[in-house]
T-cell receptor, first 111, second 115 residues
Framework: DAKTTQPPSMDCAEGRAANLPCNHSTISGNEYVYWYRQIHSQGPQYIIHGLKNNETNEMASLIITEDRKSSTLILPHATLRDTAVYYCIVIGSYNTDKLIFGTGTRLQVFP | SAVISQKPSRDICQRGTSLTIQCQVDSQVTMMFWYRQQPGQSLTLIATANQGSEATYESGFVIDKFPISRPNLTFSTLTVSNMSPEDSSIYLC????????????FGQGTRLTVV
């Protein structure tokens, strides 16, 4: 699976959009981009995933660049409860669901 | 979705002893995994728990230290054997409802402290 690079930390004001970048320049054609988050003292939570098209669900939007070398997770109106570590993971459909977590981005939402 | 119950939620153990952690899922699942999260660190995959056969361990993890059982499609155990303070971590169970889709669900974890 391709390696990902994320900034170690970010801040965001409550109510504003949080844009979390992820670089995955070695991604191959059959690999998906998955996003998870881990709120303090909880297990990770699935957020969203995509292959090449932009995706949106009730939690977030995922924007994948045309060359698929990077992506951005967007929380449109961040709340204090969105404070967490966010993990971008690239995984191939052949890899039977083994998630390999990197170091992630620690997002702090402040009032 | 899936609801995962892990027991115990936390424990303090003496070095040299063993602890067995249980993971119970509210539905039958194909894939079950065990992760370790050391203090301040990200998650590291220990092994895939295979139903009816030996677990598949990741590099750096061995069966003698982390024996795993999976007697059916809803239950698994992880034992941390002959514990040392370096084993102090959060241990998490994870399941995937459909093979080939990485939308996993995680338990709340077991916080282990070895003294």
């Amino acid at each position: 699976d391709a390696k990902t690079t994320q900034p170690p930390s970010m801040d965001c004001a409550e109510g504003r959009a949080a844009n979390l970048p992820c670089n995955h320049s070695t991604i191959s054609g059959n690999e998906y981009v998955y996003w998870y988050r881990q709120i303090h003292s909880q297990g990770p939570q699935y957020i969203i995933h995509g292959l090449k098209n932009n995706e949106t669900n009730e939690m977030a939007s995922l924007i994948i660049t045309e060359d698929r070398k990077s992506s951005t997770l967007i929380l449109p109106h961040a709340t204090l409860r969105d404070t967490a570590v966010y993990y971008c993971i690239v995984i191939g459909s052949y890899n039977t669901d083994k998630l390999i977590f990197g170091t992630g981005t620690r997002l702090q939402v402040f009032p | 979705s899936a609801v995962i119950s892990q027991k115990p939620s936390r424990d303090i153990c003496q070095r040299g002893t063993s602890l067995t952690i249980q993971c119970q899922v509210d539905s039958q699942v194909t894939m079950m995994f065990w992760y370790r999260q050391q203090p301040g660190q990200s998650l590291t995959l220990i092994a895939t728990a295979n139903q009816g056969s030996e677990a598949t361990y990741e590099s750096g993890f061995v069966i003698d230290k982390f024996p795993i059982s999976r007697p059916n499609l809803t239950f698994s155990t992880l034992t941390v054997s002959n514990m040392s303070p370096e084993d102090s971590s959060i241990y998490l169970c994870s399941v995937s409802l459909q093979q080939g889709r990485a939308e996993a669900f995680f338990g709340q974890g077991t916080r282990l402290t070895v003294v």
